[in-house]
């Protein structure tokens, strides 16, 4: 048995009173570090894509050497269209947060123009302070929009 679900399965269709007992024993010992961390499923999918490796989360989260391993061969219940999901959410976050930066240097870039403007007119003047908060409304704006653009190609 490999997952939660099959020994559930196990359990529902069992007859035998000491094998009902040693499944719900099983499904009641949670001696597994990683089964009781928040983070389980990304991690599990993680670990699956070899995008982060069982020694690194062992020595991170000080588990015994094996924990993980031991734990993605007899606890995982891999679901692939949730795994896939969850790389695609990280994909467009990821893209997300890349347009958030260039919008970001862009406006530091325009507010370094308007700072050495408002030295050479003598200070800050009704017309810098207007053309800065338009910039700022501008980036809020997009940033905004990128957001929501991203949340509608997640659904």
């Known amino acids: 048995m490999r997952s939660q679900r099959e020994i559930e399965q196990r359990l529902a269709s069992e007859g035998n009173a000491l094998n009902i007992e040693t499944l ?3 499904l009641d010992t ?3 570090p990683m ?4 983070t389980r499923k990304e991690l599990e999918v993680e670990v699956h894509a070899g995008h982060v490796s069982p020694a690194y989360l062992e020595e991170k989260y000080a588990w015994p050497v094996g924990t ?3 734990h993605m061969d007899n606890h995982v219940d891999y679901d692939p269209e949730e795994a896939k999901h969850m790389e695609n959410m990280r994909y467009e976050s990821i893209n997300t947060l890349d347009a ?7 406006l530091l870039g325009w507010l370094d123009e ?3 403007m408002k030295d050479s007119q003598g200070g800050i ?6 053309d800065a908060a338009k910039l700022v409304a501008q980036a809020n704006t997009s940033l ?6 991203q949340e509608g190609d997640w659904c």
């Open 114 to 116: 308007l700072e050495s």
């Open 35 to 38: 089964c009781g961390i928040s």
């Open 125 to 130: 003047t009704s017309e810098w302070v207007t």
């Open 144 to 149: 905004r929009l990128d957001r929501t653009t």
């Open 100 to 106: 958030a930066q260039d919008i970001v240097s862009r």
């Open 30 to 32: 949670p001696d597994c």
């Open 24 to 26: 719900r024993w099983v």
């Open 68 to 70: 993980v391993m031991e």
